[in-house]
């Protein structure tokens, strides 16, 4: 992916705040969930959501906070963390968020976005930077994505390793925190809803449920198939030859003997019936 240098000008535009990794770190057994190590609700307050994440509230003061998405019912979403997707940050340029990171390891960034303004895509479309440099997410169009009022997540892995950030191929260096940013582009504004960092992979994060009408899964795909090919397996009934040759005439096939056969019995019959009649 290609490399992009960060458009922010202000550093007040990018804000942290520390946050005690046990504030943070999951809270529900059993789960296969990573450690997170850092989550923030955007544009709202303080929220724990069922798979036990809690996410500090918003304390940025750069851009707007809103809440207009709360006159939405988000799809794709429970109804008890239907506040991670209804609230927001958005701002009117590029700003971003400072993540704390004190630790190697592998980690997974998760943006969460829902489009609760627009109706249409190509209306609110904008990139996202990784650490100043990285563009992780080029071009985001959330409507062309998922539509209006539905829940998406971006889910990006990286690495950090020796005081290096690793990501997509490309490294660059950190001094204890990396920065995300949403870069203002020429379509409206850039936002965001929640974030979180997790310690682990991609397999270690709760993905949300596939979209109505998205492509079914293979079991289904070879259904399709198989119904595909019911016709083709039924058309050689429809098509089917007769085990003989087909006749041109539909008597041609009839024994003609066993058709004359009563001619001779009526002229045999009337041979001597007429040598009678000469005779008177």
């Keep these: 992916m290609r490399r992009k240098k960060s458009s922010m000008s202000s550093p007040a535009s990018v804000a942290s705040r520390p946050v005690d990794r046990n504030e943070s770190r ?5 789960l296969s969930l990573g450690e997170i190590t850092w989550a923030v609700n955007c544009g709202g ?7 036990g994440i809690r996410y500090q509230a918003d304390y940025l003061k750069t851009g707007i906070a809103s ?17 991670l997707y209804q609230t927001e940050r958005y701002h009117t340029s590029t700003f971003g968020y400072e993540i704390p990171i004190k630790e190697d390891g592998d980690y997974v960034l998760v943006l969460k976005f829902c489009e609760v303004w627009f109706t249409s895509s190509n ?7 990784l650490n100043g440099e990285h563009t992780v997410v080029d071009e985001l169009d959330i409507f062309a994505k998922v539509g209006r009022g539905v829940a998406h ?29 949403f870069i203002k ?20 994060v709760p993905k949300l449920p596939s979209l109505p009408g998205a492509e079914p899964p293979p079991l289904e795909d070879d259904e399709e198939e198989e119904e595909e090919e019911s016709p083709e397996t039924k058309s050689p009934s429809k098509s089917r030859r007769p085990s003989g040759p087909k006749a041109q005439d539909p008597y041609a096939a009839d024994d003609t003997s066993t058709m004359l056969l009563p001619v001779f019995v009526a002229i045999g019959a009337f041979i001597p019936l007429l040598f009678c009649l000469c005779r008177l």
């Design 153 to 181: 997540d971006e889910m990006l892995p990286f690495s950090i390793k020796n005081g290096k950030l690793k990501v997509n191929g490309e490294t660059s260096q950190i001094n204890g925190k990396i920065t995300v940013e």
């Design 67 to 83: 809440d207009y998405g709360k006159n939405l019912m988000i799809q794709r979403i429970v109804p008890q963390d239907q506040i």
């Design 123 to 129: 209306q609110k479309v904008f990139d996202i930077v």
């Design 185 to 204: 582009g020429d379509a409206d504004n850039p936002k965001i809803n929640a974030i979180y960092v997790m310690k682990g992979t991609l397999d270690d």
């Design 45 to 51: 307050g303080s929220h724990t959501d069922i798979q």
């Design 26 to 30: 999951k809270t529900v057994t059993g």
